[in-house]
């Protein structure tokens, strides 16, 4: 005899979370009507807008002598030039964690002193009333230095003291171990090169500032922009419903939005300030260029008993930026591990979060070395793989919430064709090119951050769902909506998400792979409150044919309120709302993650990668890639898609051709711009495909989700890497692998 | 600078020679670069040297020029700074923000318009070059205000994500499926190689081209 079970609260159906659905806000993508940050003005009342560009520093290091603005001044249209030398001293009050994501350090401030910190840090801005008097007066204005050495080399520069993760005795542990093998990795630095540049159109009106900001966060340049100007947080809104891509690059607030500011400030007039695709590579952050040396013990039949990883990565000399690099600690069931990451600062802007986020950087260098040992050892680098698989988190001892790795190898072998690769390297020619296939793996925490989300339910049916929230392209406004018609059981169309304004409730930043988690619970958690609300009118309501009903039984499909047991007992929310003369129902709710937590939490990867290497020209061509994913539940298969798409191709640039080519003399990069900063093209994409293990882990996050952002470009680059190896039998260690690298000597 | 007159003026006039020919669109996106460089260092409003007798006429201040040309099927007639791109001027005159400044250099697509059917550059076309020309841009793709077969692919087949280059990779499209450059993937992936798309939609706007040329099928 078992215990009845205490009945359960009528689940509502999912009718839309889960199937492929085209993205809502498409139709003004497609039409040119979606207005990003720089696309702001008459249209949006914004009048009389005049035009900022900044001057850059043109040496590494040192100080300003001199700043002649007379030239620039006299030209026409010219309004006027802001340097330190006639910049009013700005509060900068301190805005630390969690009112902004600058790392621990100085930041850097906008023409407060003389000091050139790195190439291309911003000198001034000149302002004109149009565009092209203001790019022109930018070349006249003459900046004189007393310029120093920079320094900007991360293998010689002296470190920071290192942050030391250790568990077990890993030195002992290599020292016996009868399989050693070591190796130095290199990573060039990376830059996101969004295709929206950074832009920021700054109004004031008396003491209250407006900005029309691209920002992976509209709280970010509201406190920031506060606390510079020394305003109440409360004097600021920022706007920003469009993002033209982020990748990471737009969490925190650059310093050339408050060069847009303080000109407005100064101007009385609204001001727009576009970054060039040149200035991007100095203006904002990157990914950090890594020495990653790797140690790795094993026994001989592949199982791992030491691992020690002795990382170097680049940061300012006025902020400490740092990856998480602790992917190495979780993904095998290791017993002795060490890892020693040294930040190195250089004379460069402060580097920032890029898509993977050092998740992706370790797994370069872990997948990599696995794909070393599997050879070294003869097996194959998916048995080597399963023979490590841990039974619970090696660094926690936790149990996974989910982990389906095993599956993301099972099903990449059979749907990738595995069986037809030669473990042999160097042994499959098609005329001038090796063909070669590898994989790797890769996680990335599932993580969740408070949310909160306002909905309103009208006369009419339908609903504005809101929450402080960013989209640079997943589709939050397309998901978000998805499950707010769920909640709600209401239609797709009848429901719209709103985002990209600093007073709407607060969400985090747009990033590290939670919005879904975070927003999307909040979002879950406040639709089902306004279910209930209208549930419990329903039901208190004699009038109602509801009237009597346990709210726990009423359901709610296509905007028809009912009882379970009876779908042709209810009434619409129209007509309750109108009986009960109500112009509209709202709710507001949140979401918070457990403080404790219990388990072990990440999204996994498995990329599986085909290149051919023409042998004579060193050309690498990826010829197919496949991603297999555990990420929890897809809310929508067609958005996820095309974000697996995104990070595998994102992964390819990495692994190929992506790096920045700095003149070591002045630090200036070389290749900041677009024809020569390769970024993978429509003709470098061929066969790209993804797979999600079917799953919900619900102890990540309310709605299922492990978040999938991030991980799809988690061990693409590896994947690729692993692949010319089988493909040539040459081992290039730093990325990316060119065709330079792969015609040189052995 | 103001607009002097915005008349409807839906037919292109007929038999009339295009005055930015291919060649005279080489010299402009040529110099383009040099031009403004130039223009920046001596401050004196340097005019491009023009290789058609076509060329908007240059106004007594010698730093701008007055050009009447067709966009999205009106006669526009202004007065233009010779330093401005056919972008700036549509973005920040004209309030046309369809059009997307990527690179500023011809390297993205972002900024791809049509002039006189060809798609071009936005940012490498000067504004006193276009007197004459027809130029569309993706606010005037259809007349009606519809989405082109094309437009529709790309929510179908969610051939994009932030949006961004999506005007750009559209025009691009269009005009790709009207050179007849969607013989395979292969080709299509060739001839939209001049527009970037970060967020890596490639596959999809591949399949969105290549379902637009064969009618959907």
């Known amino acids: 005899m078992t215990p009845q079970p205490a009945p359960q609260p009528a689940r509502q159906p999912q009718a839309t979370v889960g199937t492929p659905r085209s993205r809502v806000d498409g139709r003004l993508k497609v039409t040119g009507q979606a207005r990003f940050a720089a696309d702001h003005g008459p249209a949006d009342g914004i009048d009389g807008i005049v035009h900022a560009v900044l001057v850059d520093a043109t040496i590494g290091r040192g100080r300003i002598t001199g700043i002649d603005t007379r030239a620039a001044l006299a030209a026409p249209d010219v309004l006027t030039v802001i340097h330190h030398g006639n910049a009013p001293r700005l509060p900068y009050r301190d805005n630390s964690f969690p009112d902004s994501i600058h790392p621990p350090g100085e930041r850097l401030r906008a023409f407060q002193d003389d000091h050139v910190r790195f190439f291309g840090q911003p000198v001034a801005v000149v302002v004109a009333t149009t565009l092209e008097a203001a790019r022109h007066a930018a070349r006249l204005v003459e900046a004189t230095y007393d310029a120093e050495p920079p320094q900007l080399d991360l293998v010689t520069a002296p470190a920071h003291e290192p942050d030391v993760y250790t568990r077990g005795d890993a030195a002992a542990a290599l020292a016996s171990a009868p399989v050693q093998l070591e190796m130095t990795y290199r990573m060039g630095r990376n830059h996101h090169n969004a295709m929206e540049p950074h832009a920021i159109v700054a109004r004031w009106d008396g003491d209250r500032l407006t900005v029309w900001e691209k920002t992976q966060w509209v709280a970010d340049p509201r406190n920031e922009l506060a606390a510079v100007f020394g305003i109440a947080q409360a004097a600021v809104r920022c706007y920003s419903r469009f993002v033209g891509g982020a990748f990471g690059n737009s969490g925190r607030t650059w310093v050339h939005s408050v060069a847009a500011a303080l000109a407005a400030r100064e101007l009385r007039r609204p001001v727009k300030l576009v970054l060039s695709r040149r200035q991007l590579y100095f203006g904002i952050g990157f990914r950090p260029a890594y020495e990653y040396g790797v140690r790795l013990g094993s026994e001989r039949d592949g199982r791992l008993t030491a691992v020690v990883h002795d990382v170097r990565g680049e940061t300012s000399r006025y902020e400490r930026h740092s990856d998480d690099l602790a992917l190495g600690r979780m993904l095998y069931d290791t017993p002795h591990f060490r890892q020693d990451v040294r930040l190195v600062p250089l004379d460069v802007n402060t580097p920032t979060w890029m898509r993977g986020p050092g998740w992706s950087t370790t797994a370069t260098a872990l997948e990599t070395s696995l794909d070393e040992l599997a050879h070294e050892l003869g097996i194959d680098p998916i048995e080597l793989r399963i023979r490590n698989e841990p039974a619970d988190d090696p660094a926690t001892g936790q149990p996974f919430s989910t982990r389906r790795l095993h599956e993301c190898y099972t099903t990449g072998m059979r749907e990738f064709g595995w069986h037809r690769r030669s473990s042999r390297p160097r042994a499959v020619r098609e005329g001038d090119w090796l063909i070669g296939m590898g994989m790797a793996a890769g996680a990335y925490p599932a993580e969740s951050a408070p949310a909160q989300a306002h909905a309103r339910l009208g006369a009419d049916g339908t609903v504005v769902v809101r929450s402080a929230s960013s989209d640079m392209g997943p589709g939050t406004t397309t998901s978000m909506a998805q499950v707010a018609a769920d909640a709600l059981g209401l239609p797709m169309w009848s429901v719209q998400f709103q985002l990209g304004d600093s007073t709407m409730p607060p969400a985090p930043v747009h990033a590290l792979a939670w919005t879904m988690a975070s927003v999307g619970s909040a979002v879950q958690a406040t639709c089902d409150r306004l279910r209930r609300k209208a549930v419990a009118l329903a039901v208190g309501d004699d009038r109602s044919p509801l009237h009597g009903v346990p709210a726990d039984e009423v359901v709610v499909r296509r905007g028809w309120l009912h009882a379970r047991a009876d779908p042709r007992r209810g009434e619409t929310y129209q007509q309750l709302l109108a009986r009960n003369g109500r112009t509209h129902l709202e709710a507001v709710g949140g979401y918070e993650p457990p403080e404790e937590i219990r388990y072990s939490m990440y999204a996994y990867s498995a990329i599986f990668a085909e290149v051919a290497v023409d042998a004579r020209l060193g050309i690498v061509r990826v010829r197919r890639m496949l991603g297999v994913f555990d990420a929890g539940r897809i809310v929508n298969p067609k958005l996820a898609d095309s974000q697996a798409h995104g990070g595998m191709i994102g992964g390819l640039g990495q692994a190929l051709l992506e790096h920045t080519v700095t003149d070591p003399r002045d630090g200036r990069i070389l290749n900041a711009n677009l024809a020569d900063y390769l970024v993978p093209t429509n003709a470098d994409a061929a066969d790209i495909r993804a797979i999600y293990i079917e799953g919900v882990d619900n102890e990540a996050a309310p709605i299922g989700v492990k978040g999938l952002g991030e991980v799809v470009q988690v061990g693409v680059a590896p994947a690729i890497a692993n692949a010319v190896f089988n493909a040539t039998g040459r081992r290039v260690r730093d990325l990316p692998i060119t065709p330079e690298a792969l015609l040189m000597p052995r | ?217």
């Open chain 2, 1 to 217: 600078m103001s607009t002097d007159a915005q008349e409807p003026e839906l037919q292109p006039e007929e038999g009339r020679p295009s005055p930015l020919s291919r060649r005279t669109f080489i010299a402009a996106t040529g110099t383009a670069t040099g031009v403004a460089v130039a223009a920046g260092v001596t401050g004196s409003g340097t005019r491009p040297v023009s290789a058609t007798e076509d060329v908007a006429s240059e106004l007594a201040d010698g730093t701008t020029s007055r050009v009447s040309f067709l966009l999205n099927g009106r006669r526009q007639s202004l007065v233009v700074d010779n330093r401005a791109s056919l972008l700036d001027l549509l973005r920040e005159r004209l309030d046309l923000t369809g059009t997307k400044k990527g690179c500023d250099a011809g390297a993205c697509g972002a900024c791809t318009v049509h002039v006189d059917g060809r798609r071009v550059n936005a940012c490498l076309t000067f504004a006193a070059r276009l007197d004459g020309a027809q130029v569309t841009t993706i606010e005037g793709l259809t007349p009606d205000g519809d989405l082109h077969p094309l437009q529709r692919a790309f929510i179908e087949q969610d051939a994009l994500q932030c949006g961004f280059c999506t005007p750009g990779q559209i025009m691009s499209g269009v005009a790709c499926i009207r050179e007849g450059h969607t013989g395979s993937p292969e080709e299509i992936r060739e001839w939209m190689s001049g527009n970037i798309c970060r967020c890596g939609c490639y596959v999809k706007i591949v399949r969105a081209v290549a379902q637009t040329a064969t009618g959907g099928r």
